[in-house]
Nanobody, 118 residues
Framework: VQLVESGGGLVQPGGSLRLSCAASGFTFSSYAMSWYRQAPEKERELVAGIMSTGGSGNYADSVKGRFTISRDNAKNTVYLQMNSLKREDTAVYYC????????????WGQGTQVTVSS
């Protein structure tokens, strides 16, 4: 099982980035996907989530209206479009895959750094 995040980097305040998380080794279309982030000396927090079948997703209040989560089940990839970035969005962003059933599965990626700075 692998979740590989990409697309992070350094961006100025007000800028945009699109994160990608490529999944392999499991049935991607059966998993809910989400993005979390962890800033230095802070706890990891949920940023956005999307159900296995897609839909509009759910968001942390701090990113509503600026971030959009989406998924492409044909490509086994989930995305996080981040617009109007703020300094407080600086964090390591992690992808998570979760499946509930007779057995629950929970996978995390290694993370990608997003730094918002001028």
């Amino acid at each position: 099982v692998q979740l590989v995040e990409s697309g992070g980097g350094l961006v100025q305040p007000g800028g945009s980035l699109r994160l990608s998380c490529a999944a392999s080794g499991f049935t991607f279309s059966s998993y809910a996907m989400s993005w979390y982030r962890q800033a230095p000396e802070k706890e990891r927090e949920l940023v956005a989530g999307i159900m296995s079948t897609g839909g509009s997703g759910n968001y942390a209040d701090s990113v509503k209206g600026r971030f959009t989560i989406s998924r492409d089940n044909a490509k086994n990839t989930v995305y996080l479009q981040m617009n109007s970035l703020k300094r407080e969005d600086t964090a390591v962003y992690y992808c998570r895959a979760k499946h509930w059933g007779l057995t629950n599965y929970d996978y995390w990626g290694q993370g990608t750094q997003v730094t918002v700075s001028s």
